[in-house]
């Protein structure tokens, strides 16, 4: 029997191969063409429905809430036709929407600050958007709700925008310049980790309204608890049951008042006074320029000698600017505030008493203050700058002049 060669066999299988090819190429198989990557925006609106035609009457096709991720399918004039996470395809106005690139900036700004150690806590007075840096002209996208708990990272203070349209308002020639009016934002971080800036107008600083009559006209920036005291009489109700078990807090305080070089001027101890039950002041500084955070821990005094200095007992530290230093200004690009040498400061708690952990023989180092340092009258360091006054010598009368 005559043997078929095998390239006679093999000839026409080619054939068909290359005719298979050919039909793909010329139809645009899609097995063979890279599908294009899909395109998303984000919901800003708090809720928005999506429509089935672009027109002045339209159904609802679904619903979109904010920060939700929208796949793109087509565009219209000032509107875009998305798909949900759920399969729900519709036309939502493009004004309620942000491009991914924003995403982008807000997911990194969330992974730069992830490890930043929070100085504060506050809660939402209302509705508030996180902006991607300070500033009310900056571009948002996720909304907090009122009352919600936020951890505070850091604060800005950025020039406040004319109002379009407004006149500004005219000077006095004859007045000095005020400079220009600022606004806080604060550097925030929610419960599910999304992090922006919010106005300083729309948060309050988590405090116990027990602290708030004793803030002497002064904003409370923070409030730590340094250790707890129990009192079975103290008076205080929670939902109708006495607290027995009552907070000792180093709080930190500051004027009403934004574009501050420093992030406070007061500290203040508030111990808590058993046989009176009410708050006292245990420990006050004023005068002085702060910088958070505030850490709050326990300790022994390594200086100390004696039972009470081998206990371990509540501490705090804090920053103050050194006297060295020039007053800082608020950055004109970012808004941040960045002091120069700092002067950090830990006391520790003795019952009711705050003593300053020095070592022997230390001096304590010159510090800042935002405001002239008067003396009053009567105190003891009136007294010694009058005795020292009262030590210098007489000027000598001066000579006549020879003419």
């Known amino acids: 029997m005559q043997q078929i060669p095998s390239k006679l066999v093999n000839r026409p299988l080619a054939r068909i191969l290359a005719a298979i090819v050919l039909t793909c190429a010329l139809s645009g198989c899609s097995h063979f063409r890279p599908h294009p990557s899909d395109k998303y925006v984000y919901v800003t609106a708090k809720q928005t429905f999506l429509r089935d035609r672009v027109a002045a009457v339209s159904n609802r096709t679904g619903t979109a809430t904010n920060g939700e991720q929208l796949v ?17 395809i519709g036309w939502i106005e493009e004004r309620l929407t942000v491009p991914q690139d924003l995403a982008d900036k807000f997911d990194a700004l969330r992974k730069d600050h992830a490890k930043d150690p929070v100085v504060a806590t506050a809660t939402t007075s209302d509705d508030a958007y996180l902006h991607v840096a300070p500033g009310r002209l900056t571009d948002k996208l996720y909304l907090l709700t009122q009352n919600g708990t936020l951890s505070l990272l850091q604060r800005a203070s950025v020039v406040k925008p004319v109002t379009p349209g407004a006149q500004p308002a005219q000077a006095d020639p004859n007045a000095l310049s005020s400079g220009p009016v600022y606004e806080d934002w604060w550097l925030v971080r929610d419960a599910k980790g ?7 107008r729309l948060l309050e600083v988590s405090a116990p309204d027990s602290l708030l009559r004793y803030a002497e006209g002064q904003r409370i ?10 009192d079975p009489a103290s008076g205080i109700l929670d939902n109708g049951n006495t607290v027995t078990s009552i907070p000792v807090y180093v709080t930190v305080l500051s004027p009403y008042k934004a574009g501050l070089p420093y992030d406070f001027n007061q500290v203040r101890v508030f111990t808590w006074n058993i046989k009176k039950h009410r708050y006292e002041t245990g420990f006050a500084e004023r005068n002085i320029v702060g910088y958070l955070p505030v850490k709050v821990g326990s300790n022994k005094d390594p200086y100390g000698k004696g039972a009470l200095a081998a206990l371990d007992l509540p501490t705090f530290t804090y920053r103050v600017l050194a006297a060295d230093q020039p007053i800082p200004a608020p950055d004109p ?12 400061k830990t006391y520790r708690l003795e019952g009711n008493i705050c003593r300053r952990i020095l070592a022997p023989g230390t001096q304590p180092e010159p510090e800042a203050h935002p405001e002239p ?14 005795h020292a ?11 006549p002049n020879k003419h």
Request: charge should be positive.
């Open 373 to 386: 340092d008067a003396l009053k009258p009567g105190s003891k360091a009136a007294k010694r700058a009058a």
């Open 194 to 200: 999304q992090t922006g800036w919010v106005f300083s």
């Open 72 to 88: 793109v399918l087509d565009h219209a004039r000032r509107w875009v036709k998305v798909r949900t996470p759920s399969g729900e």
């Open 221 to 230: 920036v923070g409030a730590y608890i340094l250790t707890h005291v129990d």
């Open 389 to 399: 006054a009262s030590k210098k010598p007489a000027p000598k009368p001066a000579k």
């Open 333 to 344: 690009t970012t808004g941040l505030i960045k002091p120069g040498r700092t002067i950090a």
